[in-house]
């Protein structure tokens, strides 16, 4: 059976391009870019190269990207480099529907004497700005605030965010794991301080990412060893992954306006057919702005875990709240920060689309919806209407 993958929040594939720019890495070219012999050293060159397409998809400098092992060590090393620059300060401000690479980090510096506020949103998945800037006290050494939510696809507004906090000393990270590579992503429009990306989330392989550290911003390491990274991120560089990171950036970028019309395109269609055709559904975070390629969807009074169960019998993969927290029976947090009724959470499924799913693909999806929440509706002892204890 052919697979149908609409997980692309969870993973990706890694684009055919970017195999073909890895595989001398993996091959003949394995040198150690620090060695000072010309086999070793021809592999610096080419990181560094690597290292100005990732700075030109967000729009900042080459020498402001650095390289790390993945979207989790980037958003760990920026929240410790604020923390570690700034030791009279405590105070970590976060919102409720971060990414566990943030929030379960914070909660653990929280642990260690920190301070934490969590920033509510509103039933549309919108941050409350008001909250954010009451929030901000003498003692925050950092804001972290994701650039879109990889639950919901719902976007915060940066440039907004950026502006509140400017002057404040406050060091301002964002996690744009889920954004780069599917909307317009600028450092120089949008003035924060550090940004983390990873590769698996756009056509890279898993276990490379890159963290933006704006020019002249004070920056602590946090992987501690050798002088690679300029002393910002000890460690022999994962050459292959970065040349492929590097890759999928360029490719990303070239790629972005087709790409997001083309995506908007296919996720509108699938999620108006299943409005459509499926009864009791609601679109968490409809009311705000969304990444072009996701669609949160509950299916009231079922189990998103029989839906998905259903749909893998059909080869189709789709994820039920974050792939992070499935297997777990916690509610997703980010549908709880949003007041979704709890029956509501339970049956809600998350679809991420890439530019590799065809029209083809959406349509076998949508096809096949209306039958499986039909056929789980009549078996559920609830029923459609009936109030679940
Ligand atoms: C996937 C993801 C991460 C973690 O990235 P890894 O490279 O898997 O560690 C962090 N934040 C968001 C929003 C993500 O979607």
Do not use: W
């Not at 979207?71 to 976060?94: F, Q, W």
């Not at 919901?152 to 907004?160: C, D, K, L, R």
């Not at 946090?222 to 050459?239: D, F, K, M, W």
């Not at 789709?318 to 297997?327: L, Q, Y």
């Amino acid at each position: 059976m052919k697979t149908i993958y609409l997980d692309n929040n969870a993973t990706t594939r890694i684009a055919p391009e970017v195999r073909k720019a890895m595989t001398p890495y993996l091959a003949g070219l394995y040198g150690n870019p620090s060695s000072s012999h010309r086999f070793g050293s021809r592999l610096r060159k080419d990181t560094e190269e690597a290292r100005a397409k990732v700075a030109a998809l967000i729009g900042a400098e080459p020498e402001e990207v650095v390289f790390t092992g993945s979207g989790t060590e980037s958003d760990n090393t920026a929240l410790m480099s604020a923390l570690e620059c700034s030791p009279k300060k405590r105070h970590l401000i976060t919102t409720k529907v971060e990414h566990p690479a943030v929030l379960n980090f914070i909660s653990h510096l929280a642990r260690k004497g920190c301070t934490a506020t969590y920033l509510p949103v509103d039933g549309s998945g919108r941050l409350d700005m008001k909250e954010l800037i009451k929030s901000v006290g003498k003692d925050t050494a950092a804001v972290s605030i994701m650039y879109a939510n990889n639950e919901t696809g719902v976007i915060f507004p940066m440039a907004e965010i950026a502006e509140a906090l400017r002057g404040r000393g406050v060091v301002f990270h964002t996690d744009a794991v889920q954004a780069a590579g599917k909307v317009r992503v600028n450092v120089k429009e949008t003035p924060l301080d550090m940004l983390s990306i990873s590769g698996h989330k756009l056509h890279a392989p898993k276990g490379v990412g890159a963290l933006y550290v704006r020019k002249g911003l004070q920056f602590h390491p946090y992987i501690i060893g050798g002088h690679q990274e300029s002393g910002r991120r000890a460690g022999t560089e994962n050459v292959a992954s970065i040349i492929g990171l590097g890759r999928a950036c360029e490719l990303a970028l070239e790629r972005l306006e087709k790409d997001s019309v083309y995506l908007k395109g296919l996720r509108d269609r699938l999620e108006s057919e299943i409005i459509r055709r499926c009864p009791d559904v609601r679109v968490n975070g409809a009311g705000a702005e969304r990444l072009p390629n996701t669609v949160n969807i509950s299916f009231s009074y079922i189990d998103g875990e029989a839906i998905l169960l259903k749909l893998d019998k059909e080869g189709i993969c789709a994820s039920s709240g974050s792939a992070c927290t499935s297997g777990s029976v916690e509610p997703s947090h980010v549908l709880r920060a949003m007041a979704v009724p709890v029956e509501a959470i339970q049956g809600s499924i998350r679809f991420s689309l890439s530019c590799y799913n065809t029209e083809a693909e959406i349509e076998v999806a949508a096809d096949a919806l209306p039958g499986i929440i039909k056929e789980l509706r009549d078996l559920s002892p609830y029923g459609r209407g009936e109030k679940m204890c």
